[in-house]
């Protein structure tokens, strides 16, 4: 028997084992996705090019099956075609060893994001911080990142053990912020661009892991109705995969009242969507069976398109996807849906962090330039993307 802990086959999920007998059976087990596969046959390798007896069934069975059983979870999009990605050496990394990065376009024109786990942009914090705020002036490549210390803000802690910051939205002047490891998330405010902070003496108790906010264009303007709308995984933890996502909304103007929330709970026969106060009837506004993770969300106003960015959480890398992995990005017409798929890799070419997004203030007035922001190699990771759209 062997086991995939080590990621030795790269396109096999790491929880797999599988065993090999006489006459070359073979047989596969990934309990992620409920599956075994039996095999018997005849050699599958070719000992003239030297390979081996795993190399042909890697080849020709273990690799072809994932393809099949791991694509993007909805079809394509009609609208946008392609996305071009800049080259891999013209990525922009700063604030190293800190990531999350949620982010958001306030009032004063610069935009406001929190990172995790580090000690932010230079000159660093002495202390690592679980949850640190800081602004960013400027477009790429030419931005700047400043640290915003705040005692009512700031959390100790490390991984789990620490409160982070999943969500960051400025509305009415006014930023908000959405943590996760709380027990299970909870909502912040700043009057003040970040200096003080106030916290919400509720909590999302149930589901609501890791939310996140939809963001629109600068202090929420461009948003398409009356509401304030939140994405999370269906989980009470922020690390743990499950199979679908949940989303709830708010009056914008009831946003720090917990009973002012309704859930997504399905759509109804014309397809629109249908809400309930009531958390326990969610239900999913996303599937993509154990892949459902942490994400963000942002409104392209060019193509009146919203934009949802989602990492997958598998990984060969010991340190996770901010080194190796991959992500989707999906789009709609409503932030209900109906989803299709932009963009699907499970190993792009370069570590896509553990979140990703794009931010509205760096999307061309057209929608066809954008800028993702990653947490890829622990950093404030920045990569040019170029749309193709249909006419």
């Known amino acids: ?195 003080s902070w106030m916290w919400s003496g509720w909590k999302f108790e149930t589901s609501f892991g890791a939310p996140t906010f939809l963001n629109f264009g600068r202090n929420y303007a461009g948003a398409t109705d009356q509401f304030v709308y939140i994405y999370s995984d269906d989980s009470d933890s922020a690390y743990e995969p499950v199979d679908r996502f949940v989303m709830a909304r708010a009056a914008k103007n009831e946003i720090r009242n917990r009973g002012s929330y309704k859930f997504f709970k399905g759509l109804d026969e014309q397809g629109g969507p249908v809400w309930t106060k009531n958390i326990r009837q969610r239900g999913a506004v996303f599937v993509n069976p154990d892949n459902c993770y942490r994400s963000q969300v942002s409104y392209n106003r060019g193509l009146k398109r919203y934009l949802w960015c989602q990492v997958l959480p598998a990984s060969r890398h010991l340190q996770g996807t901010r080194f190796q992995g991959g992500f989707g990005i999906y789009d709609a017409p409503q932030p209900w849906g109906p989803w299709t798929t932009v963009y699907y890799t499970q190993d792009w070419d370069v570590g896509p962090g553990e979140t990703s997004s794009f931010p509205t203030k760096w999307i061309s007035g057209d929608g066809k330039t954008c800028y993702l922001l990653f947490s890829g190699d622990d950093c404030f990771s920045v990569r040019k993307a170029e749309l193709t759209v249909t006419d």
């Open 1 to 195: 028997w062997w086991t995939n802990f080590d990621g030795v086959w790269s396109k096999v999920p790491r929880d797999a084992f599988a065993g090999a007998g006489a006459g070359n059976q073979v047989m596969l087990v990934v309990p992620s996705l409920d599956l075994i596969i039996v095999r018997n046959g005849s050699n599958l390798f070719d000992s003239s090019k030297g390979e081996g007896f795993w190399a042909g069934i890697e080849r020709f069975l273990f690799n072809p099956v994932m393809d099949a059983v791991a694509g993007p979870p909805y079809p394509p999009s009609d609208m946008i075609k392609k996305i071009a990605w800049a080259p891999a050496d013209e990525i922009i990394r700063k604030a190293s060893g800190s990531d999350n990065w949620p982010i958001t376009w306030a009032d004063d024109d610069n935009q406001y994001t929190a990172y995790g786990d580090g000690w932010g942009f230079e000159p660093k914090t002495k202390e690592k911080l679980s949850l640190g705020i800081a602004k960013i002036t400027g477009l790429p490549p030419n931005f700047k990142g400043v640290n915003i210390r705040t005692k009512t803000g700031e959390r100790l802690g490390q991984g789990a053990k620490g409160a982070k910051a999943s969500g960051m939205l400025m509305l009415d002047g006014v930023l908000y912020m959405l943590v996760r490891n709380t027990g299970n998330s909870q909502l912040a405010w700043s009057t003040d661009h970040g200096k």
